[in-house]
């Protein structure tokens, strides 16, 4: 590796600091697309509802077991710095749909295995990631084209998507619950804004509580506080409840100077603690007042409050974090008040009922059948914290495709069948270009078989066979057809109810060629070395020198 050294009448003159590692030209592509590839093999054998999974330790021997490729990349401690590029391919797609993430990944791995072979035939990168661009925009019109439209009202497409999303995942057995749960939950947050359809997904709150099993998961019609009632002598249960919101504290008021109060007989001083006491008195009677039997606080409740909340047939919660204050007000209509003078009853909110319950010996608090909550919970239940943490990421990965697919109002088959209409007319389009650009559009086109090819591995299906398959359906103009991975059959998708969010598939492509073409772009790594309080003997930038092999 040259080290950044130039010749100057025969003395040699550092430019770099010394310990730093360079690698120029084909090297450092090389090296790029290497730790780009691994990270690719590394969820590869996640995709699909064969897919298996990956048990990650971390150094304090956390165990995460999952296939969600995001998480993977998350808890993988990667260092390369192209292989961090991969990792926020995945991160941007779990951000912008929740879904696809090891598409994505696969695709950018894939597309960059593709570009290092047209760089061995001395192909300008800059021609390549042209290619790839104009490559990209066709994908995107074939996707747009052969997307199906979905509606609101359309339960049973609603379940296949949030169903796909959640097939291959350790939550697969129930399945079915989990997804009506899930097209539930999102069918009661959305929205019509300026004449649109909007979900917004963090109005769907998600809990989860180890006990019961996996069946067991239920969707509550408001908001489950992860609270106990504060004082023991307060109702346990409140039906038709008036729900008041507060932020501020219910103590009485420190000064916000530095105030100095001297009390110097005895007398002054039980003056002093009646008014102190007058004063939550009053606070109390605020919310007496206001009518309401219900009080969540953002802050604390002084044990004097408390006491007299409790005389007043008053249910309370205090330290309720922020979140769930705004998830109370979307649920019950309630509005949050900072200043406990200014509370009226417009401020209050309703819900049929407000009742503690202990779940798997822990008390929380159930504020249910609102008349119309912009707001939900998701009880996730199962027999392990594993169990628990997948049936997480599976009722995610649906909640959100279900939302991105009502967001757009479109969907596509699944089983690899948008991928090998793109491939196929892809290979169409780069015949109206010549030379070195043609070739880097037809490697695009390859690189977008990745999918259905390793659906067919993952399975232990033969992929050679079953892409061949592919291509000659697809060449008779049967565009939604994809593999079916149960049977080996390549089938129609649209008919078997494997669908997913078009919105998935157009990210994915989006994110992994922009990735593949900023890696490709890459000339010359120069990496400090490493402090020496990080420890070991090895100054050299992390998988710079030595392989990818360290995961």
Do not use: W
């Not at 990168?125 to 042209?130: D, G, M, N």
């Not at 009506?180 to 929205?191: D, I, L, P, R, S």
């Not at 010549?434 to 977008?448: P, T, V, W």
Request: with cysteine; net charge negative.
């Amino acid at each position: 590796m040259a080290n950044g050294i130039a010749q100057l009448g025969g003395q040699p003159i550092l430019i770099l600091s010394e310990g730093t590692t360079r690698s120029k030209g084909k090297e450092a592509q090389k090296n790029n697309i290497a730790a780009a590839k691994a990270v690719a093999d590394a969820v590869r054998t996640t995709l699909g509802p064969k897919g298996m999974d990956k048990m990650l330790v971390d150094s304090l021997g956390d165990v995460v077991i999952t296939n969600d490729g995001a998480t993977i990349l998350d808890e993988m401690q990667i260092e390369h710095p192209a292989a961090k590029m991969m990792t926020e391919v995945a991160k941007t797609q779990d951000k912008e749909v929740g879904d696809g993430t090891t598409t994505a990944v696969i695709l950018a791995g894939e597309l960059l295995r593709n570009a290092e072979n047209l760089l061995e035939k001395e192909i300008h990168p800059t021609v390549i990631t042209k290619g790839f661009r104009a490559a990209k925009q066709k994908a995107l019109e074939i996707l747009e084209k052969m997307a199906h439209e979905v509606k609101i009202d359309d339960d049973k497409l609603l379940l296949q998507i949030a169903e796909t999303a959640i097939t291959g995942k350790s939550a697969e057995k129930a399945s079915k619950e989990l997804a009506q749960t899930a097209v539930k939950a999102v069918k009661k947050v959305a929205e019509i804004k300026d004449g649109k359809l909007v979900v917004d997904t963090e109005n769907i709150k998600i809990e989860k509580k180890q006990g019961g099993s996996m069946n067991d998961t239920k969707m509550i019609e408001g908001v489950l506080i992860d609270k106990e009632v504060v004082h023991s002598a307060m109702p346990r249960r409140i039906e038709k409840a008036k729900i008041a919101l507060i932020d501020s504290e219910f103590e009485v008021k420190k000064t916000e100077t530095d105030a100095k109060i001297d009390i110097d007989s005895p007398d002054k001083l039980q003056a002093f603690l009646e008014a102190e006491e007058k004063m939550l008195r009053d606070m109390v009677q605020k919310v007496i007042d206001a009518g309401a039997n219900v009080l969540f606080c953002q802050k604390g409740i002084d044990d004097v409050a408390q006491h007299y909340l409790a005389k007043a047939g008053i249910l309370a919660a205090r330290r309720v974090k922020q979140s769930d204050m705004k998830a109370l007000a979307r649920a019950t209509g309630a509005k949050i008040v900072s200043n406990i003078n200014e509370l009226t009853k417009d401020d209050l909110g309703y819900a049929g009922l407000v009742e503690e319950r202990k779940v798997a010996g822990d008390e929380m608090i159930f504020v249910e059948k609102c008349r119309d909550p912009k707001a939900v919970t998701i009880l996730i239940r199962g027999g392990t914290e594993h169990v628990i943490d997948e049936v997480e990421r599976a009722m995610e990965d649906a909640i959100k495709g279900v939302a991105a697919a009502l967001e757009l109002g479109k969907i596509v088959p699944g089983g690899g069948a948008p991928e090998m209409e793109v491939a196929m007319a892809v290979r169409k389009y780069a015949d109206k270009f010549k030379g070195r650009e043609q070739l880097a559009i037809l490697a695009f086109a390859d690189a977008m078989e990745v999918v259905p090819r390793s659906l067919a591995e993952n399975a232990g299906h033969d992929p050679i066979d079953k892409l061949a398959n592919l291509r000659s359906e697809h060449d008779k103009g049967a565009k939604s057809v994809g593999l079916d991975v149960f049977s080996g059959d390549v089938k129609d998708m649209i008919r078997q109810g494997v669908v997913e969010p078009l919105k998935i598939k157009l990210q994915a492509i989006k994110s992994a060629a922009e990735a593949a073409e900023m890696i490709l772009r890459i000339d010359d790594v120069i990496a400090a070395s490493k402090s020496s309080s990080s420890g070991g003997p090895s100054s050299s930038p992390p998988g710079m020198g030595g392989g990818m092999g360290e995961y």
